[in-house]
């Protein structure tokens, strides 16, 4: 790794929590000096990290001295759009390849998002925004139900709800209220299809776009939104799967980055119609970074890394893997793990099945209630190149191995 010549440089990572935590590891192997920050004390990645600092990513003087004090030469938030404004301010204050604010803002707020989709004919779900019932009330009429409402700058299904009727929605936008930061409210209509995770990395203007996985989400009131389970290879027609390359790649144009990582997210519904659903200008969590690298050979993370340092050659060295024809990512919660003892059930039962690539948890004394993607607290990802069982499904063949070792999905 020292022909990067990134042997003992100083990165700062905002952030240290386990979806963090791959970037601290990832670092470390490229053989920087690592120095993270997290408010939270006890958080996973102190431990891996060269230096750690109790510092939220919102204290941007008590930052600014740190990035002084150590002569940090780069820094990253990986996985959070809650640090994408931090991170944007400090890299412009030094000097550093970084998104402009106004793209930072499209990609972290609802309306913001919304509006640029509606002026650039990107197709997007019908909406409004408000702020208090009596205001939602004037406004509901111009949408049919189902709608969704979500605070505009809340990020991980945090105060998302559908609604299918008006009963209690007044309980209902006080408790996306709770997660709105005394924002304002969004209501759009529910678009009913597939919903679709896409990862782009572009450099110096030329786009990949590395994997098209669809996205699988409880669709009960307790939990709704929140993915269970990712698949890779979408099944699509050759004229949809144009559809989506056109769309994002006008997306991108229009939002004018040159080089960076993309996050959308899509859903073609019954009539094949598509509408963006969301944009994020950061490496996406939830397992998408091991998606795409098993899916494209391209590993995101390293990329971001070496986008920080300004390397060159980003894509070509950061294809590194073997890629995979069938990918498949369950997620678990406290709909199907009861109890912390089925966590070494499941890891001893499953690790060395032939299918399985790696079975991931956090460090927990205790199983968290079903109220956001955080609420995920173990992934089992499968992948394969040569799964051939007739009229058997590669999602259906993964659920049943993990049926067997007795989960209930």
């Known amino acids: 790794m020292t022909q990067l010549k990134l042997l003992n440089k ?196 030329k786009i990949k776009i590395l994997s098209l996985s669809e996205r699988k989400t409880y669709t009960i009131k307790k939990g709704f939104g929140i993915a269970y389970a990712h698949k890779y290879p979408l099944k699509l027609k050759k004229i949809l799967s144009d559809n989506i390359s056109r769309n994002i790649k006008k997306c991108i144009k229009k939002l004018k980055i040159d080089n960076g990582i993309l996050y959308p997210q899509i859903i073609i519904d019954k009539k094949e119609n598509l509408y963006f659903v969301e944009i994020a200008a950061r490496l996406p969590g939830g397992c998408m970074s091991e998606v795409s690298l098993l899916a494209s050979g391209y590993d995101i993370r390293l990329f971001e890394i070496l986008h920080s340092f300004d390397i060159k050659n980003k894509f070509h060295l950061s294809n590194i893997g073997k890629r995979k024809k069938f990918v498949y990512v369950r997620f678990f919660t406290k709909k199907e793990i009861k109890n912390l003892n089925m966590i070494n059930q499941i890891k001893s039962k499953l690790i060395n099945k032939k299918s399985v690539y790696s079975v991931n948890y956090p460090d927990i004394k205790k199983i968290p209630s079903l109220k956001n993607s955080s609420s995920r607290f173990i992934s089992i990802i499968f992948a394969s190149n040569n799964f051939n069982k007739k009229n058997v499904d590669f999602e259906i063949n993964s659920n049943n191995i993990i049926k067997k070792i007795g989960i209930k999905i």
């Open 10 to 205: 100083k990165i700062l990572i905002l952030g240290a929590g386990h979806e963090q935590l791959p970037s601290i590891k990832l670092a470390k192997k490229l053989g920087l000096y690592v120095i993270t920050i997290d408010k939270n004390k006890k958080c996973e990645g102190r431990i891996y990290s060269d230096e750690f600092y109790n510092i939220s990513i919102k204290e941007i003087k008590k930052i600014f001295k740190l990035i002084k004090d150590n002569q940090i030469d780069s820094v990253i938030a990986p996985c959070s759009d809650a640090a994408m404004k931090s991170l944007s301010l400090i890299k412009s204050r030094l000097n550093l390849n970084n998104l402009p604010t106004k793209i930072v803002d499209i990609c972290t707020n609802k309306l913001y998002m919304k509006r640029f989709f509606n002026q650039n004919k990107l197709s997007t779900s019908k909406y409004f925004t408000f702020n208090k019932y009596s205001e939602f009330k004037k406004k509901i009429n111009i949408l049919n139900l189902p709608c969704v409402i979500k605070p505009l700058n809340s990020f991980g299904q945090k105060g998302v709800n559908k609604i299918e009727n008006l009963e209690n929605i007044k309980k209902i936008i006080i408790k996306s209220k709770k997660y709105a930061f005394n924002e304002r409210l969004i209501c759009e209509e529910f678009i009913n299809g597939t919903e679709i995770n896409i990862v782009v990395l572009i450099e110096n203007s």
